[in-house]
C-alpha cells in the first residue's frame, strides 16, 4: 500500500514538473550562432516551434528594439517562406563608421508560401544583426506567432530578473562582452575561420608526414647498401677460406 502511495506520488510530481518546466522551451525564442558580443555584428536564429496540434505557423513578425535600434538587418532566405523588412525614421540619427543612419529596420515579417511550420515540428528564421549595442546587456525581441486558424500568440512579456518568467517572454538575446576590436565575428565568419585553420593544420601534419616517411626510406637505403658490402666481404672470405683449405689437403 506505502509503495503504490509514494508510485501515485512521485507520478503527481513528475507531472508537475512537465507542466510547470514546458513554457520555458515552448516559447518564440532567440539565440546567436557562436557569440553576439558588444559593438559588433552577428547573425541570430529566432526559434519558432508549433505548439498547436491542429493548426500550422504561418507568419512570424519580429519587432526590433527601438531603444537601441540596429543599423544592419539583413535576413537570410528561408525555403517555403518570404520576408519583408520594415524600415523606419529613428528620433536619434545612428553614427555608423562615421556615416549618419537617419533610419533602421524596425520590423522583419516572414509569411509561409506553403504549409509552414505543421504540428510536431520548428523552424529557425536567422538575421544578420549589427552593429550591436554597447550600453546594455541584452536586446528584447516582441514576437507575434500566427497560426492557420488564426490565432495569434504575442510573446511581448519582458521578463524581469528575480521573478518568475512570464506566460508569454518576448525572446532575448544575451550580450557578451566587446571583443578587441569591437567587430565581433558572426557564427558562419567563425565557421570559415575554423575550416581555414584546420586546413593550414592538416598541410602541415601532411608535410611532417612526408617528412616522416621519408626518412625511413633513406635510413633503409642506407642499411640496405652497408649489408651488401658486408655481405660481399663476407662471401670473398669464404672463398679464399675455401681455396686456402683446399690447397693444404693437396699439399698433404
Known amino acids: 500500500m506505502k509503495a503504490s502511495r509514494f508510485a501515485a506520488v512521485g507520478a503527481v510530481a513528475a507531472s508537475a514538473v512537465v507542466v510547470l518546466s514546458s513554457p520555458a522551451f515552448a516559447h518564440v525564442s532567440v539565440a546567436p550562432e557562436g557569440t553576439a558580443a558588444k559593438g559588433g555584428y552577428a547573425t ?141 565575428a558572426s557564427g558562419a565568419d567563425a565557421d570559415q575561420a575554423a575550416e581555414s585553420k584546420n586546413s593550414d593544420d592538416t598541410e602541415a601534419e601532411a608535410a611532417s608526414a612526408k617528412t616522416s616517411a621519408a626518412e625511413p626510406a633513406d635510413s633503409s637505403d642506407t642499411t640496405a647498401r652497408v649489408l651488401g658490402v658486408v655481405g660481399i666481404v663476407v662471401g670473398a672470405a669464404g672463398v679464399a677460406y675455401g681455396v686456402l683449405a683446399g690447397r693444404r689437403r693437396q699439399s698433404a
Do not use: C, M
Not at 526559434?47 to 540596429?70: G, M
Not at 523552424?123 to 486558424?149: C, H, I
Not at 562582452?177 to 569591437?182: C, E, K, N, R, V
Open 44 to 184: 541570430v536564429n529566432f526559434k519558432v516551434p508549433n505548439e498547436r496540434d491542429d493548426a500550422s505557423t504561418t507568419k512570424l513578425e519580429v519587432t526590433l528594439p527601438t531603444d537601441h535600434p540596429l543599423a544592419s538587418v539583413q535576413p537570410e532566405a528561408v525555403d517555403g517562406w518570404k520576408v519583408e523588412v520594415t524600415r523606419s525614421k529613428l528620433d536619434k540619427p545612428l553614427d555608423l563608421h562615421g556615416e549618419k543612419i537617419d533610419e533602421a529596420v524596425s520590423k522583419v515579417t516572414w509569411t509561409a508560401t506553403g504549409k509552414g511550420i505543421e504540428p510536431g515540428f520548428f523552424q529557425k528564421f536567422p538575421l544578420s544583426v549589427g552593429q550591436l549595442p554597447e550600453d546594455t546587456d541584452e536586446l528584447v525581441f516582441k514576437a507575434l506567432q500566427t497560426y492557420s486558424n488564426k490565432e495569434v500568440v504575442r510573446w511581448i512579456e519582458v521578463p524581469k530578473e528575480g521573478e518568475e518568467e512570464p506566460e508569454n517572454p518576448a525572446p532575448v538575446l544575451a550580450l557578451s562582452a566587446a571583443t578587441g576590436d569591437h567587430h565581433g
